[in-house]
């Protein structure tokens, strides 16, 4: 059994203890996306993000060299507290690791941005299944045809992530999860992926796919992979991230980023 407070629980992914999907974990608390990038290229990034807050949403923005994210969690180390982390250098990934503070420098900047499981408790409480957590698997992420607004070096398409949703209880998603813009807010897309350049729901770029059963509809809201996807299609020297679905647990309450 995991622990469910966020303290605990990035003390057993430190100690490489845990490397899973973290949807479903510390319910209540919000989950985090992670961007590194070095300092020359984070005011490009950080007006990348301002430009897109749907798929990129401030939390919290650590400082040169510093791995303690002092706002969103006091005590706790990006560089280690993180299940897997990926690499991607000259928009290629060379690596995932457990830990990146082995390769860790003076001038990276972290970014985290705001993570879609952080409503999914929300959606929960109202009976909206959430496929993924019952299958035990990864959500669905795809990258789509729709752009991001380009900020310096960085464009690229975004990145969305897929939740079946009964017919029925499409509105009420739609109005729970508005109510957490800083965790991507409410749905980007609702239907048709061919519509936003999705081939085949059945192979997502990240994560894995689900059963969509008879009467739901595939619902899409944006997605902080999409930092990823931008990595892909610009090809900055270094960029370091999360890997999708296994996100950086904050000890912030869901509570303290939804708009009443």
């Known amino acids: 059994m995991l622990p469910t407070q966020p303290a605990e629980l990035r003390r057993i992914i430190r100690a490489g203890e845990f490397a899973g999907v973290t949807s479903g974990l510390a319910n209540g608390h919000v989950q985090a996306n992670l961007a590194v990038l070095p300092r020359d290229l984070a005011f490009d990034f950080l007006l990348f993000c301002q430009r897109n807050p749907q798929p990129c949403p401030l939390l919290e923005v650590i400082e040169p060299g ?25 928009g290629e990934m060379v690596a995932e690791l ?16 705001g993570c879609s499981f952080s409503f999914e408790a929300a959606l929960a409480d ?34 969305v992530s897929m939740r079946p949703i009964p ?6 998603a739609v109005q729970v999860t508005s109510r957490f813009p800083d965790t991507h807010g409410a ?20 994560g894995e796919a689900v059963e969509i059963r008879p009467g739901e509809t595939p619902v899409f ?40």
């Open 66 to 90: 510093f791995v303690e994210p002092t706002f969103t969690a006091p005590g706790a180390d990006i560089s280690t507290d993180v299940p897997a982390y990926r690499i991607y250098e000259n």
């Open 98 to 113: 457990e830990s990146v503070a082995e390769v860790w420098r003076d001038d990276l900047v972290s970014f985290l941005l």
């Open 126 to 159: 109202c009976g909206i299944p959430l496929r993924h957590q019952e299958a035990r698997s990864n959500v669905p992420m795809y990258i789509t045809n729709i752009p991001t607004r380009p900020a310096g070096m960085f464009s690229g398409p975004m990145v």
């Open 167 to 172: 017919q029925a209880q499409i509105v009420r």
């Open 187 to 206: 749905p980007i897309h609702i239907g048709d992926p061919d519509a936003i350049g999705i081939r085949d729901i059945n192979a997502p770029e990240f």
């Open 221 to 260: 809201w944006a997605c902080g992979v999409t930092p990823q996807a931008v990595a892909l299609n610009c090809k900055p020297p270094l960029m370091i991230t999360h890997a999708p679905g296994k996100m950086f647990i904050t000890d912030r309450r869901d509570s303290d980023y939804a708009v009443i």
